[in-house]
C-alpha cells in the first residue's frame, strides 16, 4: 500500500490551497480515510476525513474553511483549504484503513499513511 500526498508548497495568507492524496493498492471506495497534520513543535492532529459509508467530517477548529472529497475512479482523495492562515502551516499527511469506519483522532489506530506535503504559508 503507498499513499503518496501532493499540492503542497508556499501559499499566500488568505489563498485556497488543494492537496491530493493517491493511493495504490489501497482504495478509498468503502474504506475511511483522514487528512492530518503537523505544525513545527506541535503533535500531529486529524484535519478532516472521509469515512467508509463517504460521509465527510471535518475538525471543529477548521470548520467553515475546509472541504473533504475523494475521486474513486482516480483513487485520489482531496483536502481544500480556504482562507489559509499562517497557523496553517505544518506538514500534511493522508493515512488510510481498512478497520477504521469513520473520523478518529486516535493517530496510531490508522495502518496506512503517505510522507507527507508540508505547507507554508506566508503573511
Known amino acids: 500500500v503507498q499513499l503518496v500526498e501532493s499540492g503542497g508548497g508556499l501559499v499566500q495568507t488568505g489563498e485556497s490551497l488543494t492537496l491530493s492524496c493517491t493511493a495504490s493498492?489501497?482504495?478509498?471506495?468503502?474504506?475511511?480515510m483522514i487528512w492530518v497534520r503537523q505544525a513545527p513543535g506541535n503533535q500531529r492532529e486529524a484535519v478532516a476525513g472521509i469515512g467508509s459509508d463517504g460521509s465527510s467530517h471535518v475538525a471543529t477548529f477548521m470548520k467553515g474553511r475546509v472541504t473533504v472529497s475523494s475521486d474513486n475512479a482516480k483513487n485520489t482523495a482531496y483536502l481544500q483549504i480556504q482562507a489559509v492562515r499562517p497557523e496553517d502551516t505544518a506538514v500534511y499527511y493522508c493515512?488510510?484503513?481498512?478497520?477504521?469506519?469513520?473520523?478518529?483522532?486516535?493517530?496510531?489506530?490508522?495502518?496506512?499513511w503517505g510522507q507527507g506535503t508540508q505547507v507554508t504559508v506566508s503573511s
Open positions: 493515512a488510510g484503513d481498512t478497520v477504521m469506519l469513520g473520523f478518529s483522532g486516535y493517530l496510531g489506530a490508522w495502518t496506512f
Open positions: 493498492e489501497f482504495a478509498f471506495d468503502g474504506n475511511a
